[in-house]
Every structure is written in structure tokens, then in C-alpha cells.
């Protein structure tokens, strides 16, 4: 168990539609790293936010947003969904300074199906 | 842009047989370089990682990768592979300088023959 908590572990939806996805990290983490895992593009990395704020962009879509709360969890939005945005999702955190060694800890992921 | 290359999409492996799964990777100055390890329906876990120093780096499981610079390489091996190394295996890589964000490849199924 790494300690980072997703939910839902799945969901279907369909196309237009608009999805939450949650994470609670690790305790003390104050980062947070949002991956997409599809078959065609591999892991991708979407968004990473510190202690509340946003820090790196990567091919996130106009789409998707995500925000980090006070209490450290995050969510990431998914909206006006498409038949390509199904895919598992997942959460990463890591500790101050734990960017600096790169150990990211996983979530399970969600897995999100678009009909 | 840092870039890692998996260039095997499936290694099959007699258990017992020495495993070895090819990473080479492409990024501005020193590199960091990691192995995950992703078991079915499962998130990713963190295996061993490079930073600098001995270019052998042992981690969790037996694992164990070599970084050569010369070559660009970070190969994972394991001297005898076990049934339960059945997995997708992600090679990653971070520049050290300034771009926080991990960059994985498209991962190398392992499958260990009993």
C-alpha cells in the first residue's frame, strides 16, 4: 500500500459528459502528480501541484483542470469527455524535496471508461 | 525535452534465466533515472534509481541497473527471474535541472516462463 488514496477506482460516463477524479496523498506529502496510462500513449504525465499551487504542465488538455486544496488532496475535472480521454488516471505524491530523487508513490489509479 | 526509449515491447524469460529489460534515455546534462514496476490492476511502484555515484545501482526485489553514459543506458536486470517479476517494467527520467516532472517510457511487459 503506498499510501495514496484514488476514488472512484471506476467509472463510466459518457461522451460530453463531466468527471471528478479524487486523491488524497501520502500523509506529508505536499506534492501531487496526475499521470494518464493509455494503451497508444503510454503514461503521460498531465499536472503536478506543491502545497497548493501549480509547479509543472505537461499535456494536460483545455479540458481537464485539477486543483490542490488546503488539505492537500487533489482533484482533477474532466470535461466535455471524449472516446480517447478513456484511460486510467493516477495520483502520485512525494515528499518535500522528494522531486529531487524522483520517488513518486502511486495510486491504483482510476479507471475512467467513455461510451 | 528529456525522453526515455524502451525499445522491446515484451521480454519472455525462463525463470531461473537471467532477466534484462533495455532503457536509453535522452536529456539535457546529468541525468536522474528510475525503475517502476507496475503489477496488474496496481499503481506504479518505485524499484531503484540513479543519481550519481556507482554506476551499479541495486534495488528492491534483486533488481539491479547498470547507467552507462556512453551509451545513454540505464538496463534493469535481475540474475535469476522469479514467475512473481511477471509485470510492466517503466524506465523514467528527470533532468536536473529545472524541469520537476518524470518522464516514463511505454514500459516493457515481462513474461517468466515457469
Known amino acids: 500500500d503506498s499510501g495514496v488514496t484514488q476514488t472512484p477506482k471506476h467509472l463510466i460516463t459518457a461522451t460530453g459528459q463531466r468527471v471528478t477524479l479524487r486523491c488524497s496523498p501520502r500523509?506529508?506529502?505536499?506534492?501531487v502528480y496526475w499521470y494518464q496510462q493509455s494503451l497508444d500513449q503510454g503514461l503521460q504525465f498531465l499536472i503536478q501541484y506543491y502545497n497548493g499551487e501549480e509547479r509543472a504542465k505537461g499535456n494536460i488538455l483545455e479540458r481537464f483542470s485539477a486543483q490542490q486544496f488546503p488539505d492537500l488532496h487533489s482533484e482533477l475535472n474532466l470535461s466535455s469527455l471524449e472516446l480517447g480521454d478513456s484511460a486510467l488516471y493516477f495520483c502520485?505524491?512525494?515528499?518535500?524535496?522528494?522531486?529531487?530523487?524522483?520517488?513518486?508513490?502511486f495510486g491504483e489509479g482510476s479507471r475512467l471508461t467513455v461510451l | 525535452a528529456q525522453s526515455v526509449a524502451q525499445p522491446e515491447d515484451q521480454v519472455n524469460v525462463a525463470e531461473g534465466n537471467p532477466l534484462t529489460v533495455k532503457c536509453t534515455y535522452s536529456?539535457?546534462?546529468?541525468?536522474?533515472l528510475f525503475w517502476y514496476v507496475q503489477y496488474p490492476n496496481r499503481g506504479l511502484q518505485f524499484l531503484l534509481k540513479y543519481i550519481t555515484g556507482d554506476n551499479l545501482v541495486k534495488g528492491s526485489y534483486g533488481f539491479e541497473a547498470e547507467f552507462n553514459k556512453s551509451q545513454t543506458s540505464f538496463h534493469l536486470k535481475k540474475p535469476s527471474a522469479l514467475v512473481s517479476d511477471s509485470a510492466l517494467y517503466f524506465c523514467?527520467?528527470?533532468?536536473?535541472?529545472?524541469?520537476?516532472?518524470?518522464?516514463f517510457g511505454k514500459g516493457n511487459q515481462v513474461v517468466v516462463i515457469p
Open positions: 500523509s506529508g506529502d505536499l506534492s
Open positions: 536529456v539535457s546534462g546529468n541525468p536522474y
Open positions: 502520485a505524491s512525494s515528499a518535500i524535496g522528494g522531486q529531487v530523487t524522483g520517488e513518486l508513490f
Open positions: 523514467a527520467v528527470r533532468d536536473r535541472y529545472g524541469n520537476n516532472r518524470l518522464a
